[in-house]
């Protein structure tokens, strides 16, 4: 029997494509999750970058930095071009313009509230033609959800119509230093289709940024910890030596 | 044989992806570094990724310009100076970590260099493994080296490990023995 293989969506990372037996599989909702610092933003940012680069329209929500700002982030990149935001290559969205366009400027949302958002969303990536999309960051919109069940048809509801529009998404989580599992309300973790978990770590009173493949649908991956350097020339990974490690978060 | 001639030989015998672990007594030092990064490297246009755990690269720029070798194709990673109140230049002619047990730094740090420098051929120099063995336990030292090592020779650049004479205990000789293609003795007493 042949083996059938997903098509993948290349992160443009090497070291973590590689982690990943050639990238994520197309259409994947991928969790990005750590603590404040660990470079959700700047992995994510360059995920974007890549794409855009390669001809697949990119597009950027976010909940807490201004677009401006985003641009000020990604021009330490050598590979970051300007164009891709002028020429609408890499499109960056300021959700409270969403929230205020759908009238949705309130502290909880219902479940109508939910799938309009959800609704919207989706028609931006549709029309837009958006192959790969960050949200950052989810942990935000869940906040304004009033119960796990909301949560989880959130996120079902998005990743599934992301994915039959072919959009690979990652949706970023912000985690506490001293939390445990991979998410704030423990629900995104478990519905989507990959976890990419950021840390950092204690050596002997070293502090290491480090990456680590949860789970990955669609593909085999390796599980183990790398150490990783944000640079302008991108994300670099290294194997994590094992040193007596401890984990901090 | 002159110092410098030993090592220049014995690097012309290897072909790149190779790595050597060149063993030198202190009177041998500067030779070796001459016959490293001036003579070695300017022949084949190689372009020198310098780890430095022993000397602040600084000093060593100060060494190479005293000895009249042109640093424009060195880059440093520089393992010391933050341990260390002097001044620092931040550029890619000096990256600098903060400290020498952050080993997967070391690694990142060269491939930083390596990928921005892509189309060159390299040649990566650390200096030293017996400073590195103070700051780590040998155990981390081996599997640092073990892998840093097979990644350079994925690279194809030209890996040299020095380690003092006077310092090289049994165990860093076995380490290197391990990771290392071939090794060579200059100056001191030959093991």
Redesign the interface.
Known sequence: MASQTRERCMTGIEGLDYILNGGIPRGNTVLITGSCGTGKTTLSLEFLVHGALWGERSMYISVTEAPEKLVENMIIYEFFDRKLITEKKMILVDLQEIYVKLGLEKLEFTLEDVNVLVSQIVKMVKELDVKRLVIDSITSICYRLTSKEQIREFILHLGKELSDLGCTTFLVSELLPSAQGYSQYGVEEAIADGIILLGNMERRGDLLRTLQVIKMRGTTHSRAKYVLDLTSIGVLLAPLLKGGSVEVR | MAVTTKIVEKMDELPPASSLALYVDVNSYFDSLRALVDIFATKNDLYVFYISSTIPSRNIVGIFELLGIDTARVFFVDTISHLMPVEKEMSDKFLYI??P?????V???V??LL??YRNKKTLVILDSVNSMAIHN?L??LS??LH?FVTTLRSWEAYMVILSLQEQTTPEIRNMLNFVTDDSLEVGGVSQ
Do not use: A, C, G, H
């Open positions: 903060e400290s047990t952050m080993l997967e730094n690694m990142l740090k491939e930083y990928r921005k336990d155990k981390i599997e640092f892998i």
